[in-house]
C-alpha cells in the first residue's frame, strides 16, 4: 500500500510538473514535445517518431541530445526534430517559427526582433533554401528580396534603401550575377526620369552589351562598300 502510494504521490508530482511548463500528456509522451531553456530565450520544439533517415553529406541535420538541440552536417547522433520549431524571447514574443522534416528545415521559416518586427522570410525543402525569401529592417522596411534554388540564388534580385525605395534590380544564375542590373542612383535627369547606371554581367563578371552595329575592322570595309555602289 505504501508504495502504491508513492507511485501515485509521483504521478502527480511529474504531471503537475507537466502542467506548469504548459505540456500536455499526449505532447509529451505522443508527439515528444522538448523545452530548451537559455538564459535570453526559450525553444519549443517536436521530436515526432522518425522510422529511418538516409542522411545526405551536404545536408545539416538538427537534433536534441543531452538536453541541447545541436547541428551536424551530414549526420546526427540523437533524436531528429520533426514538427513544429518555435524560438521565444524571454516576454514570450516569437523570435524564430518554422518546421524540420526528419531534422531537416523544411517550408516557410519567419524570424522576428525583440519588438515583434519581422526580419526575414526564408523558404526551405529539405534543409536547402529554395524558393522566395526577403528580409526587412529592423524597422520592418523591406530590405531585399529574391529567389533561392538548391541553396543558391537564382533569378531576379530586388535590394531597398533603409527608407524602402528600391535601389538595386539583378538577376542570378546559380549564386552569380547574370544578365542586366540595375543601379537607381537616386538622382533625376533632365527629363525629371530616375537615374538609373545598367551594367551588364555573364557569370559573376561584367561585359560589354552587344552591338547593333556590324564590326568594321579595317578601313577595307568602307572601301568595298563605296565600290559597291559606284558598279551600280
Do not use: C
Not at 11 to 22: D, E, I, K, P, Q
Not at 33 to 41: L, M, R
Amino acid at each position: 500500500m505504501r508504495m502504491k502510494k508513492q507511485i501515485l504521490a509521483g504521478s502527480m508530482v511529474f504531471f503537475s510538473a507537466l502542467a506548469s511548463y504548459g505540456q500536455s500528456y499526449q505532447d509529451v509522451l505522443e508527439n515528444r514535445k522538448i523545452t530548451v531553456n537559455h538564459p535570453d530565450h526559450t525553444i519549443v520544439a517536436y521530436l515526432k517518431p522518425v522510422i529511418s533517415v538516409s542522411t545526405e553529406s551536404e545536408r545539416t541535420y538538427t537534433w536534441f541530445s543531452g538536453n541541447q538541440i545541436r547541428t551536424t552536417q551530414g549526420g546526427y547522433s540523437g533524436r531528429l526534430l520533426n514538427g513544429l520549431y518555435e524560438d521565444f524571447y524571454l516576454d514570450k514574443n516569437l523570435k524564430e517559427r518554422g518546421y524540420f522534416d526528419k531534422g531537416l528545415k523544411q517550408g516557410l521559416w519567419k524570424s522576428w526582433n525583440a519588438e515583434g518586427v519581422l526580419r526575414e522570410e526564408m523558404t526551405w525543402d529539405k534543409g536547402q533554401k529554395n524558393g522566395n525569401y526577403a528580409k526587412y529592417s529592423q524597422a520592418g522596411v523591406m530590405q531585399e528580396k529574391g529567389v533561392y534554388k538548391n541553396g543558391l540564388r537564382n533569378g531576379d534580385y530586388e535590394k531597398y534603401t533603409e527608407a524602402g525605395v528600391l535601389a538595386e534590380k539583378s538577376t542570378y544564375k546559380d549564386d552569380l550575377l547574370n544578365g542586366k542590373q540595375a543601379l537607381f542612383t537616386g538622382l533625376k535627369t533632365a527629363k525629371g526620369a530616375d537615374s538609373v547606371k545598367v551594367v551588364h554581367y555573364k557569370n559573376g563578371k561584367v561585359v560589354q552589351p552587344k552591338s547593333f552595329f556590324p564590326k568594321i575592322s579595317t578601313p577595307g570595309f568602307i572601301k568595298k562598300l563605296f565600290k559597291k555602289k559606284a558598279t551600280k
